[in-house]
């Protein structure tokens, strides 16, 4: 993630200053992405490196979901700015600007190397969670940016037809905006603490008492996630009298884990035999 960050940092101001002179909007449109991408990639830097400092009193359950936030940061800057680019292009076919298609080229060549190197740096980490993801989508925009922005300069030097430059940069933000809305839907589910994915309560509640023996039913179940890789579930269990509370708890975890692939379970047990338990132990 430095690397990347790095790469993309010390590119984003020659393309800039490219795109300024040479009046493309594709390559002004792949700067900008290039600058929210070295914010970003320097924020997931930061997520993760954040995210391995072990829980404290004040934070019981670590900093996992640092990595969470940051990947909604990246996705709603990644939707700003294609809104940004959708507003300039509509106001370039009103009002078109002569774009210089050489200086665009060679820049947008060498940014597409950058791009690609990038890619592939981020690709081949073992990370995949909603944090790369987001800084891979980042990447990605930019990548097809750099493409778009070579197509016009090569149509723009050869026939001259200056609404290539800024209908391509509409594509781009089409082809991302899909994928941007994933990570900033799916990184704000985790932090408004919705189910994870593939976890249905109601399930669960029907589930438990068919598969434990001893539990009459299950309610109160609640289910989110501290980050994709920590979902965690919380219920309380009505157990039959006479069964082993200790042993019906491990076989409601196991099945939740087995099931459900919840390694994390809190189990509230209820049932007259559990006061009677109480009552022994104090005595």
Wanted: charged letters at 15%.
């Amino acid at each position: 993630m430095a690397i990347a960050a790095a790469l993309t940092g010390s590119f984003m101001l020659a393309e800039a200053i490219g795109g300024f002179l040479s009046g493309s909007l594709a390559l002004l449109a792949d700067a900008g992405h290039m600058l929210t991408d070295f914010a970003s990639l320097s924020l997931a830097w930061f997520a993760f490196r954040i995210a391995r400092r072990p829980a404290d009193w004040k934070r019981t359950y670590g900093f996992d979901r640092f990595q969470v936030l940051i990947a909604f940061v990246n996705g709603i800057a990644l939707l700003a700015i294609c809104v940004w680019i959708i507003v300039e292009a509509v106001r370039r076919f009103n009002a078109p600007v002569e774009v210089m298609g050489t200086p665009m080229l060679v820049i947008a060549v060498l940014g597409l190397i950058i791009n690609i190197a990038v890619f592939f740096v981020l690709h081949s980490s073992e990370e995949q969670n909603l944090n790369m993801r987001g800084a891979i989508l980042h990447v990605l925009g930019d990548l097809l940016g750099s493409v778009a922005a070579i197509i016009a300069a090569l149509v723009i030097l050869t026939t001259g037809w200056m609404p290539i430059d800024p209908i391509l940069s509409l594509l781009v933000c089409l082809l991302i905006l899909r994928s941007a809305w994933y990570v900033t839907s799916q990184s704000g589910h985790i932090l408004l603490e919705g189910a994870p994915a593939g976890v249905d309560v109601r399930e669960i509640e029907r589930d438990l008492p068919q598969s434990v023996e001893g539990v009459l039913n299950v309610h109160h179940v609640h289910a989110w996630a501290i980050s994709e890789e920590r979902p965690m579930v919380t219920l309380h269990a009505r157990l039959a009298d006479g069964v082993a509370t200790d042993i019906t708890v491990r076989a409601i975890k196991a099945r939740i884990a087995e099931r459900f692939d919840i390694d994390h379970a809190t189990i509230e047990v209820e049932g007259l035999h559990c006061a009677d338990e109480a009552m022994k132990r104090a005595s």
